[in-house]
């Protein structure tokens, strides 16, 4: 039996303070992720849409959802009024339904840019050239329901290490290019949205200011 209260204290006491805990409770209970809010944790990550709205009716208003997973336009509805940050933002036309559908709700809702950094074909995310051209075209400058806070990215599920570390310093180097060309005077744009249970160390060791936790804190899924 995993226990949720030792785990998140055992993570806490290792992660810099400065490093944010996003506690991944995918295909966990509501019942878990009360556990884990009863030792102060108030930030929750998720995949998927439905899932969320099934679980936060049940849990305290005050949690913030955090969405790690690919997200389609058409349920960006149905999340816009609540949720607290968009992690896996991959297409600037995406961006444009967010910032939309934040301006119904007269809201100003947190992105992160998720970028491709795994050598694996099935990640999501933008390529560093593909941002740059869409960014220097100004495609951000009439959306002003949104906040760009940084960049989110997932390495390889691998054992090499090495390969692991390049992939990270290789998205730290992408948030700092953009930092410097695209965002240098924009305060909220400082995340740097990487790691998970097998890779956090190495993550917050180049760099991470948020790491996604789901089955060191929950168990396996
Ligand atoms: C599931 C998931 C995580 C957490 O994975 P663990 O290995 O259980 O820590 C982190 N980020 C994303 C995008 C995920 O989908």
Redesign the pocket.
Known sequence: MFDIVQNISILKSQLPQSVKL?A?S?TKPVSDILKAYNTGQRCF?E?RVQEIISKKDHLPSDIEWHL??HLQSNKVKSIVSFISMI??VDSFRLLQVINSEAQKAGRKIDCLLQIYIASEETKYGFTIQELKKELESGVLNDMHNISICGV?G?ATCSTDTVKIEHEFRTLREYFLFLKDTFFKADNKFREISMG???D?ELAVKEGSTMV???????GE?
Do not use: A, D, H, T
């Open positions: 996003v991944v995918k990550g995949n790690i997973g992690e896996s989110m997932m998970m249970s097998g956090y996604r936790i789901g089955s060191l804190i929950f899924r």
